[in-house]
């Protein structure tokens, strides 16, 4: 069995003494290449900081992460991180965290710039099509619906071909029919073969993924 992501004893402190916060209380978890996997539990139950450490976006207190079988450590340069970041993972938010100023077009080129993709105008083109929007590539994202912005985001996930997107409540802020569309896409992209962890607080999001993980006071309570 090949496990794309797999944490052993994954703990993560916050503060010290009596102001000592365990976001992630000894986390044990695989995920299989391919996979797509609803995170789901109450606010504070560590669910987040779970898929900021999974995004190399922060570092266990202790405990391991091996990504692809290789250890990401505490000692693992911020360049490092950076590169695994660009290279193998595609990140969904629910702000949709696009550069206000820019088109749709330019907001999913630029992380083909920071990795020096070659022909990225084509290849976001390309995207933008692909998720549905050929006609809105010159449209600044205040000239967009939320769907549509959060489309624009799922085409600068996917701008470097990563192996794994992180999705941080893809349909938070969208209305119902809306979220629909999102996760019928986000479906397409794993049959693809992309692997996805998404967190929600959706049960219907979850029912459509391969499995749900549920967190409670920074623990896994059902895999």
Do not use: W
Request: hydrophobic share 35%; aromatic share 4%.
């Amino acid at each position: 069995m090949k496990y794309i992501i797999e944490t052993k004893k994954l703990t993560k402190i916050y503060g010290k003494d009596r102001l000592e916060v365990k976001a992630l209380n000894s986390v044990d978890l695989k995920i299989k290449q391919g996979e797509f996997v609803a995170i789901m539990g109450p606010s504070g139950s560590g669910k987040s900081t779970l898929l900021n450490i999974l995004g190399c976006l922060d570092k266990p207190t202790s405990g391991s992460y091996l990504l692809e079988n290789k250890a990401i450590v505490d000692k693992t340069k911020a360049q490092t991180l950076a590169k695994i970041r660009r290279e193998k993972i595609g990140f969904i938010f629910q702000t949709f965290n696009l550069l206000p100023r820019t088109s749709a077009l330019n907001n999913v080129i630029l992380p083909a710039i920071y990795s020096g993709l070659k022909n990225r105008k084509q290849k976001a083109q390309e995207l933008l099509i692909h998720v549905g929007l050929a006609k809105r590539l010159n449209n600044k994202p205040n000239e967009l619906s939320g769907g549509e912005q959060q489309r624009v985001s799922i085409a600068r996930a996917l701008m470097n071909k990563p192996q794994i997107i992180l999705a941080d409540e893809p349909t938070g802020n969208l209305d119902s029919k809306t979220g629909v569309s999102i996760m019928k896409l986000l479906r397409q992209l794993n049959k693809e073969g992309v692997t996805i962890i998404a967190v929600t607080h959706d049960n219907n999001i979850a029912k459509q993924t391969d499995r749900t993980i549920k967190m409670e006071d920074g623990k896994i309570c059902i895999k």
